[in-house]
């Protein structure tokens, strides 16, 4: 009589290799589910998402490095933009009613992101450009997309001592005081402040650097940029700009940041003798989302009340755009994000009456 055969334990590597098969098994099934689910993934190509580079946005070619600014216009090149005139001037500024009448008068001088550029509009349906034709006033449009308040700011530094206007509008979008809080945009480097002492303001990145990313970032980007499954998971915590590389944060509050800068334009229009009017615009998706439009209402208010603070003249348009009721009919004030030429024309009455109203 034989008796019972004893049981192998296993190895603590057989058990580790069939956990790790295990795994790789159900991430490989997940991937594939993940694939199955968006009608856009294939499962037979799968490219490196995050190596293919983006695509320039409509006009970009006009566009440059600045080692202080990040990126600023080509002076006096001219180009078009979703078929639509862009053109520069000779000091950098956005061309606009070169077949009216010359106008005369103290100089304004507007800065802001792309709602102050123009973005895919002609050079004469923007917001300065209607600004021009009602105040009769030369107006000169310092504006630049992606700019956050960070940029606009240290780009006013640069240009009104040149150019010396009498007034001063800087123009801002509740995301502009976010993007003070990131050393990348749009995969491009950008400068920013980091608060300092008991009301500073510390500026890095100058001369600007592009993505500095920690390198196993780098490593990881690398092995998991081919994964539908996992790049589903990052967008899903709200974290694919910075898987991506397109934007990378600095880890700073841009409420204390875009404070001290109205300090800091403050300082700087006085110094230079201008008149400053900070105004707050509103973007298209307030009309849309409520909560999005209480974050957005909150946040202007606050950069606001830290403007009127430092004794800056302020003007919120987003009342105004309510009462036209621009919400039925949106496409008729917005295109693309941003104004159409009504849009900015209603933009630039409330400029032009805030500025007869004594805002200068």
Not at 193 to 199: H, L
Not at 242 to 250: A, F, K, N
Not at 252 to 263: H, T
Not at 293 to 306: K, Y
Request: aromatic residues 8%; proline residues 7%.
């Amino acid at each position: 009589m034989t008796g019972p055969v004893p049981r192998r334990t296993p190895s603590l590597w057989s058990g580790v290799v069939l956990g790790v098969a295990t795994v790789v098994v159900c991430l490989l099934a997940s991937e594939i589910a993940s694939r199955l689910w968006d009608p856009a993934a294939s499962l037979w190509h799968w490219p490196n998402s995050l190596a293919e580079a983006p695509e320039p946005a409509p006009g970009a070619a006009q566009f440059a490095y600045d080692p202080t600014l990040g990126w600023a216009p080509v002076a006096g090149t001219s180009g078009t933009m979703l078929g639509k005139p862009l053109s520069f001037t000779a000091q950098g500024t956005r061309a606009h009613n070169r077949e009216a009448p010359a106008v005369t008068g103290p100089l304004i001088l507007a800065f802001g992101d792309s709602m102050t550029e123009g973005y895919a509009v002609g050079d004469d349906e923007t917001w300065p450009a209607a600004l021009e034709r009602l105040t009769g006033r030369p107006v000169l449009n310092a504006g630049v997309r992606g700019y956050g308040l960070d940029q606009m700011v240290l780009r006013a530094e640069r240009l009104i001592p040149e150019l010396r206007p009498t007034t001063v509008v800087l123009a801002f979008i509740a995301d502009d005081i976010s993007r003070t809080a990131l050393s990348v945009r749009d995969f491009r480097g950008k400068p920013y402040f980091v608060p300092d002492g008991e009301g500073g303001l510390a500026l890095h990145n100058v001369p600007v650097q592009g993505a500095s990313l920690p390198s196993w970032i780098v490593s990881a980007r690398e092995m998991m940029g081919r994964s539908h499954l996992f790049g589903r998971i990052v967008t899903r915590l709200g974290q694919r700009p910075y898987w991506t590389g397109r934007e990378i944060g600095t880890e700073v509050d841009p409420f204390i940041v875009s404070c001290r800068l109205m300090d800091r334009f403050a300082a700087l229009a006085k110094r230079e003798g201008a008149a400053a009017l900070v105004v707050a615009l509103p973007e298209q998706g307030v009309f849309f989302d409520a909560k999005a439009a209480a974050g957005q209402r909150e946040a202007l208010t606050r950069v606001l009340g830290c403007a009127a603070r430092a004794g800056l003249a302020t003007l919120d348009t987003s009342p105004a755009f309510v009462k036209a009721d621009v919400g039925r009919d949106i496409d008729a004030y917005y295109t693309m994000m941003h104004f159409t030429g009504r849009g900015a024309d209603l933009a630039a009455r409330e400029i032009a009456g805030a500025l007869r109203g004594g805002a200068e």
